[in-house]
């Protein structure tokens, strides 16, 4: 004989990733450090992006989780510009999740403060869906991945705080039409400024570096007042 | 691969409330998966039985429902689905926002089964109580 019953449950799937997330933005804000999910398309310019805002990131110091399926080449390329940079593989799976970051967190030390980069794997889709314990997420597009992208990946660009529409310099080359692309963004999010940028030139990118550092300050831990 | 830790989390979270009521096993799992989760019902599906296999859910059914996402005007306050490559109201035309609608994705509820005599002391200590 069997009891059988109907238990209700309502929990969502992703609490406990939530909870350990905001276990990590707890940790990284008493340490100083604003963390930041970098996320874009493969080949948006997610990297080169890095490598100008951390160059622009005058005063403060940079530290970045870099997310790829395979490979350690995006973080033998900081490590050589002298960015304390650690490498995540994650063989096959699409996103960073918390629990990643939570583990990978300990094998930089963050002393200093600063901010702290998280590049996420490459992929329009996932990383939107997954708190990993930043402040902020960034991210990057370009303007050869076509200006219906709002339209077509809602969830990135609804969820972004700050927008990088990359690749600018090759504007003159494409049909890239900037009306349709701003519709569709401000449709979703009315208030992430959009840098135009150019990873070849550096264009644009000290003022997004500059909106970047003033959103750092705004953590800053209450134990620094006394 | 997506959908292969979220499938393994489901499972955990249906064993801890099984566990909580000292079933035997679950019989069944209520999944409510908005379309714009960015999850995939039928490739959790698809792991299910495999992730399940010796566990108190193994041979449990998994019961799907979709949420299709919805927006909202911000001009008539009318809730809509969207068409392809556009916001626009169909109603008055203005750009719709995005709501919670269709973002879904939870255990709504499970079904789980004791044995008689883990029942019988269950109801006792309901009875001690």
Same mark, same amino acid.
């Given at each position: 004989?069997?009891?059988?019953?109907?238990?209700?449950?309502?929990?969502?799937?992703?609490?406990?990733?939530?909870?350990?997330?905001?276990?990590? $933005?707890?940790?990284?804000?008493?340490?100083?450090?604003?963390?930041?999910?970098?996320?874009?398309?493969?080949?948006?310019?997610?990297?080169?992006?890095?490598?100008?805002?951390?160059?622009?990131?005058?005063?403060?110091?940079?530290?970045?989780?870099?997310?790829?399926?395979?490979?350690?080449?995006?973080?033998?390329?900081?490590?050589?510009?002298?960015? $304390?940079?650690?490498?995540?593989?994650?063989?096959?799976?699409?996103?960073?999740?918390?629990?990643?970051?939570?583990?990978?967190?300990?094998?930089?030390?963050?002393?200093?403060?600063?901010?702290?980069?998280?590049?996420?794997?490459? $992929?329009? %889709?996932?990383?939107?869906?997954?708190?990993?314990?930043?402040?902020?997420?960034?991210? %990057?597009?370009?303007?050869?991945?076509?200006?219906?992208?709002?339209?077509?990946?809602?969830?990135?660009?609804?969820?972004?705080?700050?927008?990088?529409?990359?690749?600018?310099?090759?504007?003159?080359?494409?049909?890239?039409?900037?009306?349709?692309?701003?519709?569709?963004?401000?449709?979703? $999010?009315?208030?992430?400024? %959009?840098?135009?940028?150019?990873?070849?030139?550096?264009?644009?990118?000290?003022?997004?570096?500059?909106?970047?550092?003033?959103?750092?300050?705004?953590?800053?831990?209450?134990?620094?007042?006394? | 691969?997506?959908?292969?830790?979220?499938?393994?989390?489901?499972?955990?979270?249906?064993?801890?409330?099984?566990?909580?009521?000292? *079933?035997?096993?679950?019989?069944?799992?209520?999944?409510?998966? =908005?379309?714009?989760? =960015?999850?995939?019902?039928?490739?959790?599906?698809?792991?299910?039985?495999?992730?399940?296999?010796?566990?108190?859910?193994?041979?449990?059914?998994?019961?799907?429902?979709?949420?299709?996402?919805?927006?909202?005007?911000?001009?008539?306050?009318?809730?809509?689905?969207?068409?392809?490559?556009?916001? *626009?109201?169909?109603?008055?035309?203005?750009?719709?926002?995005?709501?919670?609608?269709?973002?879904?994705?939870?255990?709504?509820?499970?079904?789980?089964?004791?044995?008689?005599?883990?029942? *019988?002391?269950?109801?006792?200590?309901?009875?001690?109580?």
């Amino acid at each position: 004989m069997h009891d059988v019953r109907r238990i209700d449950v309502m929990e969502n799937i992703h609490d406990e990733n939530d909870r350990i997330a905001a276990d990590i $933005n707890a940790d990284m804000t008493k340490k100083n450090v604003f963390a930041v999910n970098v996320m874009g398309a493969p080949g948006a310019g997610k990297t080169s992006a890095l490598k100008w805002l951390i160059r622009e990131m005058k005063g403060l110091n940079s530290y970045v989780i870099e997310g790829d399926i395979e490979s350690d080449i995006d973080t033998r390329a900081l490590r050589a510009l002298g960015v $304390n940079a650690f490498q995540i593989n994650t063989f096959g799976a699409c996103h960073l999740d918390a629990p990643m970051i939570h583990d990978s967190a300990r094998n930089l030390s963050f002393d200093e403060g600063g901010v702290l980069f998280i590049e996420n794997i490459g $992929n329009l %889709v996932c990383p939107a869906e997954f708190n990993i314990g930043e402040h902020i997420k960034l991210l %990057v597009c370009s303007v050869t991945e076509g200006c219906d992208k709002p339209y077509k990946y809602p969830l990135a660009f609804e969820k972004a705080d700050i927008i990088l529409l990359n690749k600018t310099d090759l504007l003159p080359l494409l049909d890239f039409d900037g009306d349709f692309f701003m519709k569709g963004l401000r449709a979703l $999010n009315k208030d992430a400024p %959009v840098f135009r940028v150019s990873g070849k030139t550096g264009e644009g990118y000290e003022a997004a570096a500059a909106w970047i550092a003033a959103e750092a300050k705004k953590i800053r831990s209450p134990l620094d007042n006394f | 691969m997506h959908e292969l830790p979220i499938t393994e989390q489901i499972i955990k979270i249906a064993e801890k409330h099984g566990r909580k009521f000292r *079933a035997s096993r679950i019989e069944s799992i209520r999944l409510i998966v =908005g379309e714009n989760s =960015g999850f995939i019902g039928e490739s959790i599906r698809m792991y299910f039985d495999i992730v399940a296999a010796g566990s108190m859910c193994e041979g449990a059914r998994l019961e799907i429902e979709y949420v299709k996402p919805k927006l909202k005007c911000p001009s008539c306050g009318e809730f809509f689905y969207r068409k392809p490559l556009s916001f *626009a109201c169909p109603a008055c035309g203005a750009c719709g926002e995005p709501t919670e609608i269709g973002r879904e994705f939870y255990i709504d509820s499970v079904t789980v089964s004791t044995d008689s005599a883990d029942a *019988a002391r269950r109801n006792k200590d309901r009875r001690d109580i």
